[in-house]
């Protein structure tokens, strides 16, 4: 990894990491005796898809050469307009290290071009750059920083996942309570091998339930980032005879998993938010940044918030947001202010889950925060007290509106927000939606355990 000391803000000096070149890829492919290549890219749901090649096709690869069939890919393209071009990012270059060093495996992400030359408009990635780009034209960089919670469930003995936690940990329990400590450090050192900057990992709140947390980057690095958080971590849990997973609520009665994300925009090196002058000691774009997200919650739901289960999350008493509102510091609202100002002043935006495409994610939060600076749009006075102890009436009474109560109602605000829908683009808007309409379709004629149970006992005589 080539690096170069910045002094910062803060009068820090930190190491930034600097561009790869096809050069630089080629040569450290050579010394570190690299034989194979997976070239990774998202569909439009967030799931990984690749395509392995041996090292001596590394060249024409970086050079935009490779050819794949995008007729089989969710949310691609139709049979008769197949053929997508890879297009790897250098900056993305990685080694597998709980690979073999000999003959060793790597990967580099991509974006999605056409036959043409012109980029797919059906590639997640591209959807993040050209929000990206748009933000870039007012002056603004985003960085962003998530925290992904997830669990570590027991298999069973013919290797299937169970929901069975490996231990009764809670918040911060360290060994022997927390079984999972050893897969978790193990996790920790692959992320760092990877280039990952960890900056804490612990035991969650739930029996099983674990967070890693890697330093904050732009954009487009934090939704690669996220994107190989999910790989290493199922992958190094697999090594250890476990499942893990990113399902936003696979327990009925205890906490979810959430993916709160940590973001700032910066503007000529300094933090756009940050005014010590201002209130709160946030600058208006802040204030506005904030007013953006809130007007645009509902909207963005359905993309942060993907799944049917997602909605078994956002409920109250598990400690996720489920009202609109913002605070400095109190955590029942849908956005809050860290405590922290100068170069770290951040909003974080509590609402997402780890089961969201990170690209869509982070573009559909960047483009409702710039409509709230373009627009101005004011977040109201913070709401210091909790929410979750007050009566609809007082909610209704401070106007604090609720998110989506299912996948459903996401789906429907989605359709309303011209500004979401403007940021997905018409291509992935119209496979998104289908996709999860499929879902919400599958989900609502399933005769669920819950049903049955209820059914079973009632009393002898009752009318179904």
Not at 59 to 74: N, P, Q, R, T
Not at 113 to 134: H, M, Q, S, W
Not at 292 to 315: E, I, Q
Request: net charge negative; glycine share 8%; proline share 6%.
């Amino acid at each position: 990894m080539k690096t170069t000391e910045v002094k910062q803000m803060d009068g820090k000096v930190r190491a930034k990491r600097q561009p790869y070149t096809k050069e630089d890829v080629l040569r450290t492919a050579a010394e570190k005796d690299v034989g194979f290549v997976r070239l990774q890219f998202t569909d439009i749901l967030g799931i990984i898809k690749n395509v392995a090649i041996p090292v001596g096709e590394l060249e024409s690869a970086l050079d935009g050469e490779l050819m794949f069939d995008g007729s089989s890919i969710e949310g691609f393209v139709r049979i008769e307009e197949s053929d997508m071009y890879l297009r790897p990012d250098p900056n993305t270059f990685a080694i597998f290290p709980w690979k073999p060093r000999e003959n060793a495996e790597a990967r580099l992400i991509c974006d999605i071009y056409n036959p043409d030359g012109t980029p797919f408009i059906g590639c997640p990635r591209g959807v993040l750059k050209r929000v990206i780009a748009e933000a870039r034209e007012l002056g603004y960089e985003m960085n962003a920083g998530p925290e992904a919670e997830f669990f570590l469930f027991q298999r069973s003995p013919n290797g299937h996942a169970t929901t069975h936690t490996q231990d009764e940990g809670g918040y911060f329990d360290l060994g022997p309570v927390d079984l999972g400590e050893e897969a978790r450090r193990e996790m920790v050192l692959a992320l760092e091998d990877m280039g990952f900057e960890v900056e804490a990992a612990h035991h969650e709140v739930a029996a099983g339930q674990h967070e890693i947390d890697f330093k904050y980057a732009d954009a487009l690095a934090t939704a690669d980032n996220a994107t190989t958080f999910r790989m290493v971590v199922k992958a190094i849990a697999l090594k250890h005879n476990l499942h893990a997973t990113f399902m936003p609520k696979p327990i009925f009665g205890i906490n979810g998993s959430g993916m709160h994300t940590h973001q700032s925009l910066f503007k000529e090196g300094r933090n756009a938010f940050y005014d010590p002058k201002g209130s709160f000691e946030l600058s208006n774009i802040a204030l506005h940044y904030i007013g953006g997200l809130l007007a645009h919650a509902r909207g963005f739901c359905a993309v942060t918030n993907p799944l049917v289960n997602s909605y078994k999350r956002l409920v109250p008493d598990y400690e996720a947001p489920v009202y609109i509102a913002w605070s400095e510091r109190n955590r029942s609202p849908l956005v809050r202010v860290p405590a922290k100002r100068g170069i770290g002043t951040r909003v974080e935006l509590r609402s997402p889950d780890p089961s969201c495409n990170p690209y869509l994610a982070l573009a559909v939060m960047l483009a409702a925060g710039m409509d709230g600076i373009k627009n101005k749009m004011d977040p109201g006075e913070p709401v210091n007290r909790n929410i979750y102890h007050m009566t609809l009436e007082e909610r209704e009474r401070m106007g604090i509106k609720s998110l989506p109560n299912s996948l459903h109602e996401a789906l429907s605000f989605l359709d309303r927000d011209e500004v979401i829908k403007d940021a997905l683009g018409p291509h992935i808007l119209r496979s998104f939606v289908a996709a999860k309409k499929k879902e919400w379709e599958q989900y609502i004629i399933q005769v669920h355990p819950w049903q049955k149970e209820v059914a079973l006992n009632e009393p002898e005589g009752t009318d179904h």
